[in-house]
């Protein structure tokens, strides 16, 4: 995944790389009075002691310095950023002169420079390694920031400018890119309310008031439920099934939340959980999928309620701007263009996949009904007897296959030199650099030419205070016009070996580590000129392309046997081994691709509501959305419900958990172009930096993807890639 998500909602505005007007007056009172609120928080620091965020880091690339910047500098360089980009807004939008790309366009690119280097250092910070000051900073910049973004796009007198600017963009003797940067920005500026009268801009930032808090609660609630609902196991008999390096992380995480001398299993950001693939007791199975299924649903974290005001305010928003629902709004601008073009792709491939998925539910029951006479199989049994089918099928013992996946191999070997032999790009570490954590890597990237060209951070490993998930984010963007080279992170949440053991990973987490390589290197490789259109800021249905096509490198037979070795004594995995990994990799796809579209349907029912119709219950809401499109088998929850589905709801894939779908169509039929030219060869890889890489949102996406392609994507590759073919 691409960004974080509770931030990316509010990040994605700073990043227009505008600035604003700093007008109180244009705010609601609630926002004036959480202002006065934010400005007057941390003046107790004196104002000349010194703030390294207030200037550019000195670090290769402007990597931040971690080991200056504490939490009490956080709140002064939001207030200057923020005050700095009033001023700079104030001289855009009034300069006296006509305005020209120069004095319009590129000023609103140049600006917000302490900003926008203080919110992409906070908000990464926040997602991977948060604390109670920083969730409270969190809560106070969200309506701010709302209303900072407001102040930029629905500023009459800027977008006055850049109206002009797009009616005369034919005549203004721009290059492509500099005439799509006007386009993009004219947009932006529309779909924001720029043209809406006063009454309904002051609506527009009402809502968009709202929605930022509700938002940063909803994701804040999250976090807090992640220990909330951790099961606590007494007796390690019930854990019967774990291996011993399960057993001893399982200890040390319940010493770690003191409770000594017991058993932690932390739950993971999906419905389902990895760890339910293992568990012989069946009741402690039930205990663990309950706690996850039904987590942020009572108490203090409740997000129900959270979920539907959000998605009344949606709906408020786009009925707005002219538009049916969310879904209509939030599509226009992506490559699906309309929700009817999501609907069409799920239900042509439903039907196949439910019966897909209903074979192996019957080969589940099977063997179950072995062991548990009269049983009937559930989803908390899924995993664990999918698992034995599994094993039967392929003699694949998936702990002994782990022994082939160590985490530095599989990243050194593996991740790393695809990435050389594709790209001929190498990482060499940086352990001078500092880090936010001490689990955290810092790397160098350098060309097959010895150009450095990026600075990558590896952080890897679950903790507290880190979001559920794995993405990738910036904390310094690609410019030509910037003179800025990328700096960029990798996250994930691999389960750490105990100190002193080597860490094992499964196959899963071994393809996520490619697919958050691939977008690392859309944030690396890119060389665009604007920062507004470089890297992966590109639309949602074609971002995941990149990440979803380097997946599939992972069980190339060249690439497999580089990193597929033995922990202990460095032999390669068995050819006959191997060939299982490889065979089962289709094992339980009906399953994966099911609970994956429930999860996108669910989305786009959520946002495809109207203000007329908006429901009062979440649960009920999300039973009769499934049953709408034939997905409700209660064995197979969607990946995702609506109180944890932080994709759709913490606002950055809202209406668009579906892109996952939509790009694998592009990844499958670039991977499967790209085997019928001679698979992993430098040529080839160079092709696709040079037409998919290096271009971010400078052309349109599927321009792009033609380019490298020669033609259109079929639904072939996906078919075979899904096994439904």
């Not at 244009?26 to 400005?39: D, G, H, I, L, V």
């Not at 460095?570 to 191997?578: D, K, S, T, V, Y």
């Amino acid at each position: 995944m691409k960004l974080t998500l509770s931030a990316a909602a509010v990040f994605s505005a700073l990043m227009l790389s505008g600035c604003e007007q700093n007008n109180t007056a244009n705010a609601t009172p609630e926002a004036s009075a959480k202002q006065r609120q934010f400005q007057n928080a941390g003046r107790g620091e004196s104002r000349s002691q010194a703030n390294p965020l207030f200037s550019a880091s000195t670090l290769t690339y402007g990597a931040p310095a971690f080991d200056k910047i504490t939490d009490a500098h956080f709140q002064l360089a939001f207030e200057k950023g923020m005050k700095e980009q009033a001023l700079e807004i104030e001289a855009i939008a009034k300069n006296s002169q006509d305005p020209t790309f120069e004095n319009t366009i590129i000023a609103m690119e140049k600006s917000g420079v302490l900003l926008t280097r203080t919110s992409r250092i906070f908000f990464n910070l926040v997602g991977t390694d948060s604390n109670p000051e920083r969730r409270k900073l969190q809560q106070a910049l969200a309506p701010r920031l709302a209303a900072h973004n407001d102040n930029i796009k629905l500023n009459g007198q800027l977008f006055e400018r850049i109206e002009t600017l797009y009616n005369q963009r034919d005549g203004l003797d721009l290059d492509a890119q500099s005439k799509r940067l006007v386009e993009v920005y004219y947009r932006d500026f529309v779909r924001a309310g720029a043209k809406l009268n006063k009454e309904q801009k002051t609506k527009v930032r009402q809502i968009n008031e709202e929605h930022s808090s509700l938002t940063t609660q909803f994701a804040q609630n999250l976090l807090a439920e992640s220990s909330n609902i951790a099961v606590v196991v007494d007796d390690v008999a019930q854990l019967k099934g774990l291996s011993e390096a399960q057993l001893k992380a399982a200890s040390a995480a319940a010493e770690a939340a003191d409770h000594k001398g017991k058993y932690l299993i932390s739950i993971t950001n999906t419905t389902r959980q990895p760890i339910l693939a293992s568990l012989d007791n069946r009741e402690l199975r039930q205990r663990v999928w309950e706690a996850s299924a039904y987590r942020a649903q009572e108490g203090e974290n409740d997000n129900r309620t959270i979920v539907l005001r959000l998605v009344e305010l949606r709906a408020q928003k786009a009925q707005l701007l002219g538009y049916d629902n969310w879904a209509s709004y939030s599509l226009e601008k992506q490559m699906a263009g309309t929700p009817k073009a999501v609907y069409d792709m799920f239900g042509s491939m439903v039907p196949a996949v439910v019966e897909n998925t209903k074979k192996e539910a019957a080969d589940i029951q099977a063997l179950m009904s072995e062991e548990l006479e009269g049983a009937e199989v559930q989803p908390w049994d899924w995993a664990y007897y999918a698992e034995k089918v599994r094993q039967q099928r392929y003699d694949l013992d998936a702990n002994e296959v782990k022994k082939y996946f160590e985490f530095n191999r599989v990243l050194e070997d593996g991740v790393f030199f695809t990435m050389n032999r594709q790209y001929g790009v190498t990482f060499k570490p940086r352990t001078d650099l500092p880090v936010y954590h001490p689990d955290v890597k810092a790397y160098e990237v350098f060309d097959e030419d010895g150009t450095s060209l990026a600075i990558f951070y590896a952080d890897y490993f679950a903790r507290e205070g880190k979001r559920g998930g794995a993405w990738m984010s910036s904390f310094v963007g690609q410019s030509k016009l910037l003179n800025q080279k990328p700096v960029v992170v990798n996250v994930m949440n691999i389960e750490k070996a105990p100190e002193g053991e080597r860490t094992l990973i499964s196959y899963d987490n071994v393809t996520t580590m490619f697919h958050e390589m691939g977008h690392g290197l859309h944030g690396m490789l890119s060389d665009v000129k604007y920062p507004k259109l470089a890297g992966t800021a590109v639309s949602r249905d074609f971002v995941e392309f990149p990440s979803t096509y380097e997946e599939d490198w992972a069980a190339y037979p060249e690439v497999i046997k580089n990193y597929a070795k033995h922990f202990q004594t460095g032999e390669p995995i068995p050819a006959e081994l191997l060939e299982k990994v490889i065979k089962s990799r289709t094992f339980n796809m009906g399953y994966d691709t099911l609970e994956y579209m429930s999860a996108a349907l669910l989305d786009m029912e959520w946002h495809s509501i109207s203000v007329d119709n908006v429901p009062t219950n979440a649960n009920e809401f999300e039973q009769a959305a499934l049953e709408k499109h034939g997905v409700d088998l209660d064995f197979v929850p969607p990946r995702y419900k609506s109180t944890f589905f932080a994709h759709s709801m913490g606002g950055g894939y809202s209406a668009g958990y579906y892109a996952y779908m939509w790009s694998e169509i592009l990844a499958a039929d670039a991977f499967s172009y790209v085997q019928e030219q001679g698979g992993l060869k430098r040529e080839l890889g160079m092709k696709y930096r040079k037409e998919i890489l290096s271009v971010g949102n400078s052309r349109p996406p599927m321009e792009s993807y033609k380019a490298f392609r020669g033609q259109a994507p079929t639904t072939d590759g996906l078919l075979k890639r899904r096994n439904l073919k």
